[in-house]
């Protein structure tokens, strides 16, 4: 019946948001990326779903997902100090990277 589709549905969610929290704390920022948008598309905590996501594209180099995925936990959850503080590695990774790329156009064309 309806209401045991959403238990069903409420403990999928929470499973893949466990994964994620699993994958993360492994290092395994692939599967984190899977796990957080099966719990996405199941209906788990958006913020913690985005936060948790964004966390591992940071890790992954994807910086503009990243980006994407932390601004709307932010939005979510303002304040969240964990939100804020993988925002400011995602300053750090962005100034690093935009200085990596300076250079190497420097090198090319100057």
Partial sequence: DEEQRKEVDALTAQMHMNKAMCYVKLEKWDRGIDACTHALDSGAD????????????????????????????????????????????LAAKQKSAESKAKKTYQKMFG
């Fill in 46 to 89: 958006k913020a913690k779903c985005l936060y948790r996501r964004g966390t591992c594209y940071l890790q992954s180099g994807l910086l503009d997902k990243a980006e994407t995925d932390l601004e709307q936990a932010s939005t979510l959850m303002p304040g969240d100090a964990n939100i804020q503080r993988e925002l400011k590695m």
